[in-house]
C-alpha cells in the first residue's frame, strides 16, 4: 500500500512540473528567433549602406568632370576611387604600348625575312647581286634593332609616351628612315645634323646614311639626334612651317634603272602625302642629274632644293624625314611601304604623265578602230636597240616580223632629244619590246594597260627579268609577257657549243657565283631571235590589244 501511495505522489509531482519546462523551451525559441531576426535586419541594413556609399562615390567623381574645379570639394573616399580608376587606365595605356611593340617586332621580323630573298640590280651598267646587303648589314642590324624601338618622335604631348613612334627605324637591312614630329633643327655642312627637341625624348643618337641602299660603300651620314632641352640644340637660323625630307643621291644614281629604283620611286613614297608642300635637303647634290628630272623634283616640292652638304644655316621645321627607301625592287607595295596615302605603283605612273603633260592614259583598242573606208590603224610598238651586250643580232627580221602581224614599228636606242620629248615619244606607244635592260625602265611612261614584252637571255635569268620588271610593270597596270632566249638563240653557243656547262648547266653556273652569271649571260651575250618561234609572242602581243 505504501509503494502505490508512493508512485501516485511521484506521478502528481511529475504532473506538476511539465507546463513549466514547456513554458521555458518555448520562450527560449522565441527569443532566439528574435535575435535571428534582428542580426538580419542589421546586416541587411549595413551592407545596403555601404553599397550606397559607393555608388554615391562614383556619382560623385562622374559628376566632378562637370563641376567647375573652384566649386569641386574632395574627400579621402572620392580621392581612392579616382586613385583606382586613374590606375586601371594606366594598366590599358602599358598593355597598349605592349602590343604596338610586339607588332613592330612582328614587322621588323617579317622584313628580316624578305631580305633573304632581295633581288639582282644593275650598277653602272652591269647587274650585280644585291643580297650581298644582307650580309653587309647582318652585324648592324643586331646592334640596332633594340635603338630602333626607342621612343621620342611624335607630338610634344608629355602624357602620351605610351603612344610615342620610334624616331628612326634601322631594323630592315636596305635602308633607314627616321621621322622626327616636333620641334625639329636641320644643320647642314661636313658634319650634318638633325635635332629633335622635345622633353619627351631620352638623349640618343643616330649615323643614317640617307639614301635607299644604306650598304654601299661611299656614302655619306647625317647624325640624327634627340634631346631635351633646347639649350642643347643648333639655335634657329631661320624657320618654316612645312615639313622638309633629308634624302641622298650617291649610290648607284646615273644608272637609268637606279634613277628610278633608287631615288624617284623611293622620293614618291616618302614625299608624295605632302603635296608639294616639303623641302629637300640633299646630301650630294647633282645639280645635272636633278635638272635631267626636274619635272618630277617640281612636282615633288615646290621650294628650293637645299644642297645640305654646303648649308651653313641652322633650319628649323616642325617635321622631318630622314632617309628613304623601298621594300621592292622598281615598284610600290602599300602593304609595306609607308606612303601616306595608299599610293600604288599605278599612281606613281599617273604623277610621272602629270609632270611631263604626257596626253595618253590608255593604249590603242583595236576592236574600237575601225575607221569607215579605210585601213584600221595599226597599233605602235617600240624595239628598244641596245648598243653594248644583249644586242639583238637580227634585229632586221624582228621587225619585218612584227610589222608583219599588223604592228607599226619603231627602234629607239639612247634618247637624242631633250628628256621632255622622249618621256612624250615613249607615252605614244601601246607595245614596248626588249631585251632584259635598264632601258626597259621607259615603261614608266607607257600608257595603263599597254604591253611589255621582256626577251629574257639564255642561261635561267627569269626570275631576275620578273624582279626587276615583270612585277613591276603588272604593278603598274601593264599587260607584261615574256619570251626566254633558248640555247640555241644565244651567242653563247658558237662561243663554248652545247656541251659546255654555260650552255649545258645553267645552274652550276649560277651556283659558281653572281661574278661568272653576269659575265657571260648578262655582259657577254648577244642574241640572234628565231622569228618563227617568236611569231606567237607577237601575236598574243597584238591579242592584249583587242
Not at 44 to 54: E, G, M, P, R
Not at 92 to 104: I, L
Not at 345 to 357: E, G, I, Q, W
Not at 467 to 476: L, S, V
Request: charged share 25%; aromatic share 8%.
Amino acid at each position: 500500500m505504501k509503494m502505490v501511495r508512493t508512485e501516485a505522489k511521484s506521478a502528481r509531482n511529475t504532473n506538476r512540473s511539465s507546463p513549466w519546462k514547456s513554458n521555458y523551451v518555448a520562450y527560449g525559441l522565441l527569443l532566439g528567433s528574435v535575435f535571428v531576426l534582428l542580426y538580419l535586419m542589421v546586416s541587411t541594413q549595413f551592407s545596403y549602406s555601404q553599397k550606397a556609399l559607393l555608388e554615391l562615390d562614383r556619382a560623385t567623381v562622374d559628376s566632378a568632370e562637370t563641376i567647375p574645379a573652384k566649386h569641386r570639394r574632395n574627400h579621402p573616399r572620392q580621392e581612392d576611387v579616382r586613385a583606382r580608376i586613374e590606375g586601371f587606365n594606366r594598366e590599358e595605356e602599358v598593355a597598349k604600348a605592349h602590343t604596338e611593340q610586339r607588332r613592330q617586332e612582328k614587322q621588323g621580323e617579317s622584313e628580316q625575312q624578305w631580305a633573304q630573298k632581295n633581288s639582282i640590280e644593275e650598277q653602272s651598267g652591269h647587274e650585280m647581286k644585291s643580297d650581298n646587303w644582307e650580309e653587309k648589314s647582318q652585324s648592324e642590324k643586331e646592334e640596332t634593332v633594340e635603338e630602333s624601338k626607342q621612343f621620342g618622335g611624335g607630338t610634344d604631348d608629355y602624357n602620351n609616351v605610351a603612344d610615342a613612334k620610334p624616331i628612326c627605324d634601322t631594323s630592315f637591312g636596305k635602308y633607314d628612315v627616321c621621322e622626327l614630329a616636333g620641334d625639329t633643327r636641320a644643320r647642314g655642312g661636313s658634319g650634318a645634323t638633325v635635332t629633335l627637341v622635345s622633353p619627351r625624348a631620352p638623349p640618343k643618337e643616330w649615323e643614317i646614311k640617307p639614301y635607299s641602299r644604306k650598304y654601299l660603300d661611299g656614302l655619306k651620314a647625317v647624325t640624327v639626334k634627340s634631346v631635351p632641352n633646347p639649350e642643347n640644340a643648333p639655335q634657329c637660323t631661320t624657320r618654316l612651317n612645312i615639313p622638309a625630307m633629308v634624302i641622298e643621291l650617291g649610290g648607284l644614281t646615273g644608272n637609268y634603272w637606279h634613277d628610278f629604283t633608287d631615288v624617284l620611286v623611293p622620293l614618291f613614297i616618302g614625299a608624295r602625302r605632302f603635296n608639294g608642300e616639303v623641302q629637300l635637303l640633299v646630301v650630294n647634290l647633282l645639280p645635272f642629274w636633278v635638272d635631267r628630272y626636274k619635272r618630277i623634283f617640281g612636282k615633288i616640292s615646290r621650294h628650293e632644293i637645299v644642297d645640305f652638304e654646303n648649308d651653313d644655316v641652322v633650319r628649323c621645321y616642325p617635321h622631318v624625314v630622314v632617309g628613304y627607301g623601298s621594300r621592292k625592287e622598281f615598284t610600290i607595295d602599300p602593304s609595306l611601304d609607308e606612303t601616306g596615302g595608299g599610293y600604288t605603283m599605278v599612281d606613281f605612273t599617273k604623277f610621272l604623265r602629270s609632270a611631263y603633260s604626257l596626253p595618253r592614259q590608255r593604249p590603242i583598242k583595236l576592236s574600237e578602230v575601225r575607221p569607215a573606208g579605210g585601213r584600221r590603224r595599226r597599233p605602235r610598238m617600240i624595239i628598244l636597240e641596245r648598243t653594248n651586250s644583249r644586242k639583238i643580232l637580227n634585229l632586221a627580221e624582228v621587225i619585218a616580223a612584227a610589222e608583219a602581224v599588223g604592228f607599226k614599228v619603231i627602234v629607239a636606242g639612247r634618247p637624242r632629244a631633250s628628256y621632255d620629248v622622249f618621256t612624250r615619244e615613249m607615252n605614244s606607244f601601246d607595245v614596248m619590246v626588249g631585251v632584259h635592260g635598264a632601258g626597259l625602265t621607259n615603261c614608266v611612261f607607257l600608257p595603263t594597260g599597254a604591253v611589255l614584252l621582256q626577251i629574257v637571255p639564255y642561261g635561267r635569268l627569269e626570275e631576275i627579268a620578273r624582279t626587276d620588271f615583270g612585277n613591276p610593270a603588272r604593278d603598274m597596270g601593264l599587260r607584261y609577257m615574256e619570251y626566254s632566249v633558248a640555247a640555241e638563240e644565244s651567242s653563247l653557243m658558237n662561243v663554248f657549243g652545247k656541251e659546255h656547262p654555260i650552255i649545258k648547266d645553267p645552274a652550276t653556273v649560277h651556283m659558281s657565283g653572281w661574278g661568272n652569271v653576269a659575265e657571260w649571260y648578262l655582259a657577254k651575250q648577244d642574241v640572234r631571235i628565231n622569228v618563227e618561234r617568236f611569231k606567237p609572242s607577237l601575236l598574243q602581243a597584238l591579242k592584249q590589244l583587242q
